[in-house]
């Protein structure tokens, strides 16, 4: 009931507002010194409070770099955990700035919700996961099992299509929270826990014994992951698309976390482009000069960023794989900042 | 030839005037018309502001998306539902589950119930607390708690298909539900149908019988064994010349689950559980006030006629109790059937999970799906009301009051 009254405030707010969608939601964010984002609810590697309760993940560091390029400080942030059922409507009502959880890019999301994806933060695909007792090596040997998942996603549809196509039965229990989700696969109830693969790789850490559990071979989608911005406004829309780019252009330029302020001293066009001591690409996305150094000072470049939350630096230890540069056998790429 | 006093005549103008004006006559009847007319404006004005702001906001609106296919599965369906139907069927599929969540949840609630609050009165001490004892815990626990509990109690209990504990080869029973053997119809099935409603016709106007001659000479005729040879033996009849009704199909392991056979899904049983126990112990309450209202004397009344306590409590007591037992009764079945939507905690497919749920998701239509929602628990409300006020009149009808 919790959840439903949750988005029925939402749907409320949309039905009284007058006009509520100002196209000024830069202005807005500074007026308020603070950046609302939508998160997720406890995701390993993505967003998940740590220990002391700070979040941390790649999600997070996104919503962080776009603080950090506003106020200069990466720590301006609201983070507001949403499930997946309830992400959209509070990006449409206004509750939430920039979405940042890792949300896959479709045609229809993109269409139908009023809202715009701004970029890929991560390449990922829908896999399984499955206990290692039962001996299965592939998703083909799953005839007849019973599925978890978590509704709300991408992955019901996913899914019902790949079992359909291989002419395979299953069962489909779908819960509204990961946990409970991860719960009822733990305690047997379903043979197969699947979503994106790095959702995966995070929910077995939160297992018993997470070497009891293998992730299966098979990717059965593209699942582009990445931040959303309400419709109708092109400043914000820019700026946090470029904020994403900015930190991937980082990584190919070599600016890091460390060598930033040596960096910005170059004599190379490009970076006295990159760092503003050259012309005002900052200022033309509404913030500072320097909003490049502010970015990689906060939270480093993508690649550090990546390591640091799911890569070889973090307890996920996944492979850069599809998220490595395009110049290094990946996809990540991003238009240049000139 | 009696005589009858002449009605007066009809004064329409008048009854229109009393109708609708009230005692304030005319000018109420327009003030009234004011009133409805500025309560339309507020709803025109808030519909047509919703949807300018949708469509300033380029978010898809209309009802349009109820004819595309929904692309998902059920775990749970009473009606034939694949990927591949629209998210119309969608929301019958989970409004069924909720319904039938809700009925059979009903049933057991009522029944409990009334069985905790006998208990509650009876003058056996450990009955009477352990009942007692029944109703506060469960009462004071929160009922979300309870269904996980129910749910991951019931789960980890159990032990994974490979290891079902079999009944005779023909139930088992699993982390992955109860599986029973699944009735197909032979052609013996129609007779066979209409021999069980026969017997319960029959029945029924024994009942009738057995009540006019009760009422009319005081006579005691015992029915029951025939009611209940009617029942067995015209159906046991009918398969012995027809043949038999169904065959039954034998579930067994195939893969990873079983293949065949009717499934319990421990969704299902979590949910009903959790919420019948938990309405059981406010009905308990309600029933246990409901027969204290009634006088004491009432049963001593009973007792001096005679009557055993089961009899004089069924045939005096609760009878009158029941007056004051609906209402609350009612409004504790409408607790229940909303209170179903907690489903979605534990995966049950039921209108909130599949609709209010995956539906709203995949189509990002929060208004009109909320809206529908809202309209079919209203509905499937003021059906159970109006089920119950009907009955609560019936009641009171035979009472005299």
Same mark, same amino acid.
């Given at each position: 009931?919790?959840?439903?009254?949750?988005?029925?405030?939402?749907?409320?707010?949309?039905?009284?507002?007058?006009?509520?969608?100002?196209?000024?939601?830069?202005?807005?964010?500074?007026?308020?010194?603070?950046?609302?984002?939508?998160?997720?609810?406890?995701?390993?590697?993505?967003?998940?409070?740590?220990?002391?309760?700070?979040?941390?993940?790649?999600?997070?560091?996104?919503?962080?770099?776009?603080?950090?390029?506003?106020?200069?400080?990466?720590?301006?942030?609201?983070?507001?955990?949403?499930?997946?059922?309830?992400?959209?409507?509070?990006?449409?009502?206004?509750?939430?700035?920039?979405?940042?959880?890792?949300?896959?890019?479709?045609?229809?999301?993109?269409?139908?919700?009023?809202?715009?994806?701004?970029?890929?933060?991560?390449?990922?695909?829908?896999?399984?996961?499955?206990?290692?007792?039962?001996?299965?090596?592939?998703?083909?040997?799953?005839?007849?099992?019973?599925?978890?998942?978590?509704?709300?996603?991408?992955?019901?549809?996913?899914?019902?299509?790949?079992?359909?196509?291989?002419?395979?039965?299953?069962?489909?229990?779908?819960?509204?929270?990961?946990?409970?989700?991860?719960?009822?696969?733990?305690?047997?109830?379903?043979?197969?826990?699947?979503?994106?693969?790095?959702?995966?790789?995070?929910?077995?850490?939160?297992?018993?014994?997470?070497?009891?559990?293998?992730?299966?071979?098979?990717?059965?989608?593209?699942?582009?992951?990445?931040?959303?911005?309400?419709?109708?406004?092109?400043?914000?829309?820019?700026?946090?698309?470029?904020?994403?780019?900015?930190?991937?252009?980082?990584?190919?330029?070599?600016?890091?976390?460390?060598?930033?302020?040596?960096?910005?001293?170059?004599?190379?066009?490009?970076?006295?482009?990159?760092?503003?001591?050259?012309?005002?690409?900052?200022?033309?996305?509404?913030?500072?000069?320097?909003?490049?150094?502010?970015?990689?000072?906060?939270?480093?470049?993508?690649?550090?960023?990546?390591?640091?939350?799911?890569?070889?630096?973090?307890?996920?230890?996944?492979?850069?794989?599809?998220?490595?540069?395009?110049?290094?056998?990946?996809?990540?790429?991003?238009?240049?900042?000139? | 030839?009696?005589?009858?006093?002449?009605?007066?005549?009809?004064?329409?103008?008048?009854?229109?005037?009393?109708?609708?004006?009230?005692?304030?006559?005319?000018?109420?009847?327009?003030?009234?018309?004011?009133?409805?007319?500025?309560?339309?404006?507020?709803?025109?004005?808030?519909?047509?502001?919703?949807?300018?702001?949708?469509?300033?906001?380029?978010?898809?609106?209309?009802?349009?998306?109820?004819?595309?296919?929904?692309?998902?599965?059920?775990?749970?369906?009473?009606?034939?539902?694949?990927?591949?139907?629209?998210?119309?069927?969608?929301?019958?599929?989970?409004?069924?589950?909720?319904?039938?969540?809700?009925?059979?949840?009903?049933?057991?609630?009522?029944?409990?119930?009334?069985?905790?609050?006998?208990?509650?009165?009876?003058?056996?001490?450990?009955?009477?607390?352990?009942?007692?004892?029944?109703?506060?815990?469960?009462?004071?626990?929160?009922?979300?708690?309870?269904?996980?509990?129910?749910?991951?109690?019931?789960?980890?209990?159990?032990?994974?298909?490979?290891?079902?504990?079999?009944?005779?080869?023909?139930?088992?029973?699993?982390?992955?539900? !109860?599986?029973?053997?699944?009735?197909?119809?032979?052609?013996?099935?129609?007779?066979?149908? !209409?021999?069980?409603?026969?017997?319960?016709?029959?029945?029924?106007?024994?009942?009738?019988?057995?009540?006019?001659?009760?009422?009319?000479?005081?006579?005691?005729?015992?029915?029951?064994?025939?009611?209940?040879?009617?029942?067995?033996?015209?159906?046991?009849?009918?398969?012995?010349?027809?043949?038999?009704?169904?065959?039954?199909?034998?579930?067994?392991?195939?893969?990873?689950?079983?293949?065949?056979?009717?499934?319990?899904?421990?969704?299902?049983?979590?949910?009903?559980?959790?919420?019948?126990?938990?309405?059981?112990?406010?009905?308990?309450?309600?029933?246990?006030?409901?027969?204290?209202?009634?006088?004491?004397?009432?049963?001593?009344?009973?007792?001096?006629?005679?009557?055993?306590?089961?009899?004089?409590?069924?045939?005096?007591?609760?009878?009158?109790?029941?007056?004051?037992?609906?209402?609350?009764?009612?409004?504790?079945?409408?607790?229940?059937?909303?209170?179903?939507?907690?489903?979605?905690?534990?995966?049950?497919?039921?209108?909130?999970?599949?609709?209010?749920?995956?539906?709203?998701?995949?189509?990002?239509?929060?208004?009109?799906?909320?809206?529908?929602?809202?309209?079919?628990?209203?509905?499937?409300?003021?059906?159970?009301?109006?089920?119950?006020?009907?009955?609560?009149?019936?009641?009171?009808?035979?009472?005299?009051?």
């Amino acid at each position: 009931m919790k959840r439903v009254s949750l988005v029925l405030t939402f749907a409320a707010a949309a039905v009284l507002s007058s006009g509520a969608v100002s196209a000024q939601t830069l202005k807005t964010v500074q007026d308020r010194g603070m950046l609302s984002c939508g998160v997720g609810q406890g995701l390993a590697g993505f967003s998940s409070p740590d220990d002391k309760g700070n979040w941390t993940g790649l999600d997070v560091d996104v919503c962080r770099a776009i603080a950090a390029a506003i106020f200069n400080d990466p720590t301006k942030v609201k983070f507001i955990p949403l499930s997946a059922k309830d992400r959209f409507t509070a990006l449409q009502s206004g509750e939430i700035d920039v979405l940042s959880r890792n949300t896959t890019w479709t045609l229809s999301r993109d269409t139908s919700l009023g809202a715009n994806f701004t970029g890929v933060t991560y390449y990922d695909g829908q896999g399984f996961l499955v206990k290692k007792s039962l001996k299965v090596n592939s998703a083909l040997e799953l005839n007849s099992a019973s599925v978890c998942v978590q509704t709300g996603t991408t992955t019901e549809q996913n899914l019902a299509d790949y079992f359909k196509l291989n002419n395979m039965k299953y069962e489909v229990i779908a819960f509204a929270n990961e946990d409970e989700t991860v719960k009822a696969y733990e305690s047997g109830r379903c043979d197969v826990f699947t979503t994106d693969v790095s959702g995966l790789y995070a929910e077995r850490l939160k297992l018993a014994n997470p070497a009891d559990h293998a992730v299966l071979p098979e990717v059965i989608s593209k699942e582009p992951l990445g931040p959303m911005v309400r419709h109708g406004d092109d400043q914000w829309f820019d700026l946090v698309k470029w904020t994403l780019f900015a930190m991937v252009d980082a990584e190919e330029l070599g600016i890091t976390q460390k060598n930033v302020d040596e960096m910005a001293k170059s004599d190379k066009p490009e970076l006295k482009r990159v760092f503003g001591t050259d012309g005002n690409l900052g200022e033309q996305l509404g913030v500072t000069k320097d909003w490049v150094a502010r970015i990689v000072k906060a939270v480093g470049n993508y690649g550090e960023a990546f390591d640091r939350n799911v890569g070889a630096g973090s307890k996920l230890g996944i492979a850069r794989g599809l998220n490595q540069l395009w110049n290094k056998g990946g996809i990540q790429y991003a238009p240049p900042i000139r | 030839m009696s005589i009858e006093p002449r009605p007066p005549p009809p004064q329409f103008a008048l009854l229109l005037k009393r109708a609708l004006g009230g005692r304030a006559g005319w000018g109420g009847f327009a003030l009234q018309i004011l009133f409805v007319a500025a309560l339309l404006w507020i709803g025109y004005e808030i519909v047509e502001n919703a949807r300018a702001n949708l469509a300033a906001q380029r978010i898809t609106s209309g009802f349009g998306f109820m004819r595309n296919t929904a692309g998902f599965d059920v775990s749970q369906s009473l009606i034939p539902y694949s990927g591949s139907d629209t998210y119309g069927r969608v929301l019958l599929v989970g409004l069924l589950n909720t319904l039938l969540v809700a009925i059979v949840g009903i049933f057991f609630a009522t029944v409990i119930g009334f069985v905790v609050a006998l208990g509650r009165l009876s003058p056996n001490w450990l009955l009477s607390r352990i009942s007692g004892g029944y109703v506060e815990l469960i009462r004071n626990l929160p009922l979300l708690f309870q269904i996980l509990f129910w749910y991951l109690a019931v789960l980890a209990a159990l032990p994974n298909p490979r290891q079902s504990i079999s009944v005779f080869g023909l139930f088992f029973l699993s982390n992955r539900g !109860l599986v029973v053997p699944k009735p197909i119809a032979d052609p013996g099935l129609e007779p066979f149908a !209409l021999a069980i409603l026969a017997a319960i016709i029959a029945a029924s106007l024994l009942r009738d019988y057995a009540r006019r001659a009760l009422f009319e000479s005081g006579r005691v005729i015992t029915i029951w064994p025939y009611a209940l040879g009617l029942l067995i033996g015209l159906p046991l009849l009918s398969a012995l010349i027809f043949g038999k009704p169904v065959t039954f199909e034998i579930p067994e392991l195939k893969g990873f689950n079983f293949s065949g056979g009717s499934r319990l899904i421990p969704e299902f049983v979590a949910l009903t559980l959790a919420i019948s126990m938990y309405t059981a112990s406010f009905i308990a309450e309600i029933v246990r006030a409901g027969i204290q209202s009634v006088h004491k004397g009432q049963m001593e009344a009973g007792a001096s006629l005679g009557l055993s306590r089961g009899s004089t409590l069924r045939l005096i007591v609760v009878p009158q109790a029941l007056r004051v037992i609906l209402p609350p009764l009612t409004n504790q079945y409408l607790n229940l059937t909303k209170n179903s939507s907690l489903a979605v905690a534990i995966g049950y497919p039921d209108l909130v999970s599949v609709f209010a749920g995956t539906t709203l998701s995949q189509t990002g239509q929060a208004i009109e799906i909320i809206a529908i929602t809202m309209g079919v628990y209203l509905l499937i409300s003021l059906v159970t009301s109006a089920i119950m006020s009907f009955y609560g009149w019936r009641i009171g009808r035979s009472l005299g009051a």
